[in-house]
């Protein structure tokens, strides 16, 4: 058998080895059949009836996805009931069948491709999203043209899960089953949905493989390396035993990261420090606090908004804030209100598309244009705040008038609450996002007006070195060690400790053992991180002295360039601590 080994985009760690399973793609057909007059009332009713067995077919993997993983996940099916009711699909495809007098597939390969053609030209992450949706149900309707009973995978043996693309609902519902190992896809991006999901459930994931899905048949024996992002197919004896030594090295560091994940967070001369997670999903919770941290620091609201057809209501709000921090408590949960607008455009409200989005409508200029929607998101927020381990957090700060107002809305809110007497945290700390230039040279103000900052460097280096933060040709300009961008930081932050208040860095710089030492050394004490990186940052604080750090950063904030602080801040900190950068070293 021939070895193939592709690369792709390692979106979760670990290492899986398996038999393949592939899941089968509906592909539309591209064949017009004709059918005869008297045919098109028994091609409707076959049409009808399809549409019935995919709503009970929705109904039933609502109910098994909601009690395997909980609501939040359970919400795809609803959205997707929602478009196979809309009487807009239905009737299109009726009046291809009726007008063109053809066969069912391909009314629905007909408005698929229409469909496909709107939303792309549309080219919005969202309308992506609705596109991939409307071909999800679709391709179950098609399926369903046919009597066959749609084949429920669940299989005995543990598989590696292999796809072209695999639709929300095929993600939420394949990897909720026990048996999937490891997942290797054709499309998708660190971002997707089912790369997300396959981080918090920790399941080895490739995606962006492009064509492994054609290369592999079911029964095929698979290694997904999720670590390094490549996938083997049918690997020899020697292959294997490379990858089982490389698995059980991994275990190891793993059981290493859980145990770190149990001491406490100090560094050599007895510093506290707060290791802090910043989530997408409700569902992250539980592996945030397996790596050791201390509440969520982040949590992005967007995924709210983003994944329904329709605005969020305040329960809908509600119910996901309230799982929120009863999951976190005692531990603090703070919760960013939306940072949506520019490119993230929210079709429900018909934002038109803006030439700058980085530099447009964005976060709380968005929430300050849409008081309603602004006012049912706090209002949630402070229902959810009855155990008091909630925060509010607001992006995308500019300008002290907008904090004002802000908090003139904040007010309002809690006053209308109070006056329906319904309880809710009547200290509940709000905080904004130090990530817009002018917020950072304006903090001694900022500070004096909210309890705490957090500083999102991920916004603050892009804008202030102008650099966009997901452009490859400039990405080598994306330097967090800029001298620039670390005295700005240390301003930042000693000023607002000279208040006595708190700050917290949660953009991935707090991510790199690195930086988080030099951001010891100017005063942090809170850092926010994808949780994955939690045990190593806290292996390298807990590896130095907070002295040692402050002395060399005093110094390297003197210095004229990105390398030259970083060569300096290594020297001086392993002169002192030998040990500091060691889990940094462990790549596996
Ligand atoms: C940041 O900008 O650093 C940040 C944490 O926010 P986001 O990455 O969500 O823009
Ligand atoms: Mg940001």
């Given at each position: 058998m021939e070895v193939i080994r592709l690369r792709g985009i390692g979106v979760s760690p670990g290492i899986a080895m398996g038999e393949v399973t592939l899941s089968e793609r509906v592909v539309f057909t591209s064949r017009r059949e004709a059918i005869s007059q008297d045919q098109v009332d028994d091609e409707l009713r076959r049409l009808h009836r399809a549409f019935e067995r995919t709503r009970s077919e929705l109904k039933e993997l609502k109910d098994h996805i909601q009690e395997r993983m909980g609501e939040q996940?359970?919400?795809?099916?609803?959205?997707?009931?929602?478009?196979?009711?809309?009487p807009m699909l239905i009737s299109n495809l009726e009046k291809v069948i009726t007008e063109e007098k053809v066969k069912a597939e391909w009314a629905i390969s007909k408005v698929n491709t229409h469909f496909a053609g709107i939303f792309e030209s549309l080219a919005d992450e969202y309308f992506q999203?609705?596109?991939?949706?409307?071909?999800d149900v679709l391709a179950r309707v098609y399926r369903n043209l046919e009597r066959k009973k749609e084949k429920r995978e669940d299989p005995d043996k543990p598989v590696i899960l292999v796809a072209h693309e695999l639709l929300p609902s095929e993600a939420a519902l394949y990897l909720s089953k026990k048996k999937v190992m490891g997942v290797a896809l054709d499309?998708?991006?660190?971002?997707?949905?089912?790369?997300?999901?396959?981080?918090?459930?920790?399941?080895?994931?490739?995606?962006?493989?492009?064509?492994v899905s054609l290369k592999v048949k079911n029964g095929d024996f698979l290694i997904v390396d999720g670590t390094d992002g490549e996938v083997i197919i049918n690997p020899p004896p020697a292959i294997r035993r490379e990858f089982q030594s490389k698995r059980e090295r991994y275990e190891t560091y793993q059981k290493e990261l859980k145990k770190i994940a149990r001491l406490k967070p100090e560094t050599l001369d007895g510093v506290r420090f707060t290791p802090l997670a910043n989530i997408e999903l409700p569902e992250e919770v539980t592996a945030a606090f397996s790596y050791g941290a201390e509440g969520i620091g982040l949590f992005r609201s967007e995924f709210i908004y983003l994944q329904r057809p329709v605005l969020p209501s305040e329960e809908d709000h509600l119910a996901i804030y309230l799982k929120m921090a009863r999951s976190t408590y005692p531990k603090p949960v703070y919760i960013r209100?939306?940072?949506?607008?520019?490119?993230?455009?929210l079709p429900q409200l018909n934002i038109e598309k803006e030439p700058n989005p980085a530099l447009g409508l964005r976060a709380i200029r968005f929430s300050l244009k849409n008081r309603e929607l602004f006012r049912t998101q706090i209002r949630a927020i402070l229902k959810a705040s009855v155990r008091k381990n909630v925060r509010l957090l607001v992006p995308m700060i500019t300008e002290i008038e907008?904090?004002?107002?802000?908090?003139?809305?904040?007010?309002?809110?809690k006053d209308e609450l109070r006056a329906s007497k319904v309880s809710f945290d009547e200290s509940l700390p709000i905080g904004v996002m130090i990530e817009v230039p002018a917020a950072a040279a304006l903090v001694e103000s900022i500070i004096q007006e909210v309890d705490f900052v957090s500083i999102g460097t991920n916004d603050l280096i892009q804008y202030y070195l102008a650099v966009d933060r997901g452009n490859e040709s400039v990405s080598y300009l994306f330097k967090p060690h800029h001298p620039a961008v670390l005295r700005l930081l240390d301003y930042v932050i000693k000023t607002v400790n000279k208040y006595g208040k708190e700050v917290t860095v949660c953009g991935e710089m707090a991510a790199d053992p690195l930086s988080a030492i030099i951001l010891l050394g100017m005063g942090l004490r809170n850092f926010s991180m994808n949780p994955i990186f939690i045990p190593k940052v806290k292996k390298a604080l807990r590896a130095v002295e907070a002295r040692t750090a402050e002395e060399a950063v005093a110094q390297a904030l003197k210095l004229k360039t990105a390398t030259e602080v970083e060569e300096f801040m290594?020297?001086?900190?392993l002169r002192k601590h030998p040990q500091a950068f060691l889990m940094s070293q462990i790549t596996t």
């Open positions: 996940q359970a919400f795809i099916f609803d959205a997707h009931l929602m478009i196979l009711d809309d999203q609705r596109k991939t949706d409307i071909s499309m998708g991006g660190k971002t997707s949905h089912t790369a997300i999901l396959a981080r918090s459930l920790g399941i080895p994931a490739v995606v962006g493989l492009h064509d209100t939306i940072d949506i607008g520019g490119e993230k455009s907008e904090v004002v107002e802000l908090k003139r809305i904040f007010q309002e809110v290594i020297e001086s900190i």
